[in-house]
């Protein structure tokens, strides 16, 4: 039987298949076997052991499109980053962190800002100016107030969705209204295996409709760099890309070298100062490391 994983928790998948429905699994033979450890949203082949008890083991994981690390997911066709506008207040450093992350997982990215419900419209503008800047799609929500979904659910369509950022800033709560007509069938799931818990412990697939799907993760506080050369740094943050080629020196970082078309961008306000001085940050942790 074929199967999907929409949620996996101490050691027991839950493997959604046509013909039966939800199967809570285990995947012994795969850990003996080559020690692939299976992830939510991967498709997977399975052994009934009870109908009656709906439980079965994985047998096998199909070849996958691709496998992110944080969140640990796999399949996504792209990723939407959650921020709140205020409580919790946005902290761009981490965003810039994730952004980064995706690119470098070669995973699109569109970029939410929440609880627009609760900051001026200035304020909301200066953020979405920002990214919408650097070329990420910016969609401006208020779960509260039931704004910016239907933009929402237009991004989302046809594809699968990976919905992650800082922890209450509204993930579930959006995640609750675009659910539509399924919301009934994946409440009923959630119920069975969640206990009525509030806040998010375990990535779960929601289906929005036969080919729409999205995945609910657990918030983040912080965010590790992943390992990269120096040089690397600056193509996972595309809007460096227009003025590099202005820099006198080839493999320029844009730092403290002279005549450097990112920092002259960055004096003319073209590259945002928020931005910079994440990547210069960045830049001195990948530096920091490589020193051990
Ligand atoms: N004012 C306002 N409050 C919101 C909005 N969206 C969500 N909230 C509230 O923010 C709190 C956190 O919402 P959740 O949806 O649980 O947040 P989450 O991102 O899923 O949090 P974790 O599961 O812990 O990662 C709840 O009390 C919501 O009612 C919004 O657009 N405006
Ligand atoms: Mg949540
Ligand atoms: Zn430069």
């Known amino acids: 039987m074929q199967g999907k994983i929409i949620k996996g928790i101490a050691g027991f998948y839950y493997v959604y298949t046509k013909e039966l429905g939800l199967l809570e699994c285990k995947a012994k033979g795969i850990f003996r076997k080559d020690k692939r450890k299976p992830l939510v949203g991967d498709n997977v082949c399975v052994e009934l052991i009870s109908r009656e008890d709906r439980t079965g083991n994985i047998t096998e994981i199909q070849q996958r499109d691709n496998a992110l690390i944080r969140p640990a997911v ?5 990723a939407l980053v959650i921020f709140a506008a205020a409580r919790p207040k946005p902290n761009f450093n981490l965003l810039d962190r994730f952004l980064l992350t995706m690119e470098y997982q070669q995973v699109h990215t569109v970029i939410c800002f929440n609880k627009i419900d609760m900051v001026s419209r200035e304020e909301i503008d200066d953020m979405a100016d920002i990214y919408d800047a650097c070329g990420y799609p910016v969609i401006l929500t208020s779960a509260r107030d039931n704004r910016g979904v239907e933009e929402m659910l237009a991004l989302l369509k046809k594809k699968t969705t990976v919905v992650a950022g800082p922890s209450g800033v509204g993930k579930s709560s959006l995640v609750n209204l675009i659910q539509g007509d399924t919301k009934m069938e994946t409440r009923a799931v959630s119920e069975k295996i969640q206990r009525g818990r509030h806040t ?3 990535s779960q697939m929601i289906p929005i409709d036969s080919d729409t799907f999205i995945l609910d993760t657990p918030g983040f506080s ?6 990269m050369e120096e040089v690397e740094l600056q193509t996972f943050f595309p809007e460096f890309a227009k003025y590099e080629p202005v820099c006198r020196f080839q493999g320029c970082l844009h730092l403290k070298e002279p005549d450097c078309g990112v920092k002259q961008a960055l004096e003319e306000g073209k590259i945002s100062a928020g931005r910079y001085e994440n990547y210069r940050q960045i830049m001195e942790e990948i530096r920091g490391r490589k020193k051990y």
């Open 74 to 78: 796999a399949n996504v066709d792209q």
């Open 200 to 202: 998010t412990r375990h």
């Open 222 to 227: 912080s965010l590790n760099v992943p390992d």
